[in-house]
């Protein structure tokens, strides 16, 4: 008939995220940063239990 499979059938991947800059910095070693999205990491969980503000975290 002249379809190709992907005519037929749609494509079943997922759409890709676009990459997104940092929103977080660690506070003693600011080479490390997180973007907010999945996981928090430990730095920025050890720094909520000690007390620092995620406000005090955020990149300005």
């Known amino acids: 008939m002249g379809y190709s499979l992907a005519e037929l059938g749609g494509t079943?991947?997922?759409?890709?995220?676009?990459?997104?800059?940092?929103?977080?910095?660690?506070?003693?070693?600011?080479?490390v940063t997180w973007s907010g999205r999945g996981r928090k990491p430990k730095w920025f969980v050890d720094a909520l239990?000690?007390?620092?503000?995620?406000?005090?975290?955020e990149i300005r």
Not at 13 to 21: I, L, Y
Request: hydrophobic share 25%; glycine share 10%.
């Open 12 to 31: 079943d991947s997922k759409a890709k995220r676009a990459p997104v800059g940092p929103k977080c910095r660690h506070p003693e070693n600011p080479a």
């Open 49 to 57: 239990a000690t007390g620092t503000p995620a406000g005090d975290l």
